[in-house]
């Protein structure tokens, strides 16, 4: 599963990314995995869907488009996980892996863990593929590795998201993914 990048903040590093996650995707189809999921809608401020720039990379990459499930519409990371989780089912997955960046991983591990059993998914970096890449899929993953400004400019908001899910822990799982989900819909989605 490819996770969305937010397109409006430093764009250019966003789309950077997107690939990145798209060719760790394609190096993974190549070792057997049998699908990849692409599931962000297109978001305000945004020409195109991050899920429509990874469907177009993996093509361009040479995975058959039978291999991409690709759908628009999820607009947070809680929900790429709830939505994650029903793809895999839909789709006979019963290990998940999860693509993004290292600044972002501490909060997909934690919103994954609490849909998916021990095991039953993974969250890796583009990074992790890097030795079995070849061309363009290298050439993507070395353009998007995190540096320390990056970490530094993506810090500040993976801490307010991560202190949102964390205030609202106490209320009932349902209405707790339900409102976080709400408010990114409301803050990010464009119909």
Do not use: N
């Not at 937010?6 to 798209?22: C, G, K, N, T, Y």
């Not at 429509?52 to 947070?76: K, M, N, Q």
């Not at 070395?142 to 400019?153: H, I, L, N, R």
Request: hydrophobic share 40%; glycine share 8%; with cysteine.
């Amino acid at each position: 599963m490819v996770l969305g990048k937010e397109l409006r903040r430093f764009p250019e590093r966003a789309v950077r990314e997107l690939h990145a996650r798209s060719a760790a995707a394609s190096v993974a189809v190549r070792e057997g995995a049998s699908v990849v999921f692409a599931l962000e809608a297109h978001l305000r401020g945004a020409d195109r869907s991050g899920s429509a720039i990874v469907a177009e990379c993996l093509r361009e990459l040479g995975v058959a488009p039978g291999r991409v499930v690709r759908d628009d519409r999820t607009r947070s990371t809680r929900e790429e996980a709830v939505e994650g989780l029903r793809e895999a089912r839909q789709h006979g997955v019963d290990r998940l892996t999860v693509l993004t960046h290292g600044y972002h991983v501490p909060r997909v591990r934690s919103y994954f863990a609490e849909l998916f059993a021990p095991g039953a998914y993974r969250v890796l970096t583009p990074e992790a593929y890097l030795q079995r890449a070849r061309g363009l899929e290298r050439e993507w993953i070395e353009a998007a590795t995190p540096d320390e400004a990056v970490y530094g400019d993506e810090r500040i908001a993976e801490l307010v998201l991560g202190g949102l899910a964390t205030a609202l822990r106490p209320l009932p799982r349902s209405l707790r993914y339900r409102l976080e989900i709400q408010a990114a819909g409301a803050f990010r989605y464009v119909s």
